[in-house]
């Protein structure tokens, strides 16, 4: 199932679109949204697979919201960014649309084939990112097991970080939880947060898997600190740390909620 969100700032395209995407066979649309500000946030609330992203809208539009898209990216702070796919009235942006990356770019009215034709091209796009991540992930698990048989990767061990000249000495077995941020990593242990230059999917191999799960591309978290589990409206699951953090469970990391509940779950996870 695709899932998608609908930006344009006239009303009236937003629902001929939604009737449209109605009958592309395993879409869903998850949300819409009138301008590019409402279109950010509702990325960051509901995760889409794509957006659907009309270009002339007042304030920010479609080429802004791509850029700020880039940029949220490479903090690694949200989850997938969504593939775009671009829905104008004017043909003569199509060549700076495709420039940014757009999967496809659709012009006003838009026709239900045309629109079929976009949707597949997403549907493969994320066929592709998928098994690239499976893949990535399965030569991470490789690596660990051969430098484990070298006895290079002492599991919950510890960590040397800096912070403020100074170097400090973090036992791995206590900390709460990891979040990716671009080339670092935020590592929380109690109160305090230490910025630490190591990418997520090398520092996740030094974690007891016992007691630390990677639950979305850019979060590591304790299983002991996992208060609760959500589904979201939406589709999808949030973790609630005991400190009330929530943090996304990613589309490729889903299996991960079945494994934290286990067989104590009471209803269907």
Known sequence: ???LLICDDEPLAVE???DLVGRVEGTDVVGTATD?????AAVAELSPDALL???EMPALDGFDVVEALAKQAGTAAGGESPLIVFVTAYPQFAAHAFETGAIDFLTKPVRLARLDTALERVRRALDERESHARLADLARQIEALRAERRGEVGLAGHLWVQRRGENLR???AQVDRVQSEGEYVRIHHGEASYLHREPIS??????DPARFVRIHRSHIVNRDRVASIRRRPAGGYTIVTDAGELLPVGRNYRAVVRSLVGKDAGGDV
């Open 170 to 172: 973090i036992d791995l």
């Open 202 to 207: 090398s520092l996740i191999d030094r974690f």
């Open 16 to 18: 001929r679109l939604r």
């Open 36 to 40: 590019g500000r409402s279109a950010l």
């Open 1 to 3: 199932m695709i899932r």
């Open 53 to 55: 992203l009309d270009i």
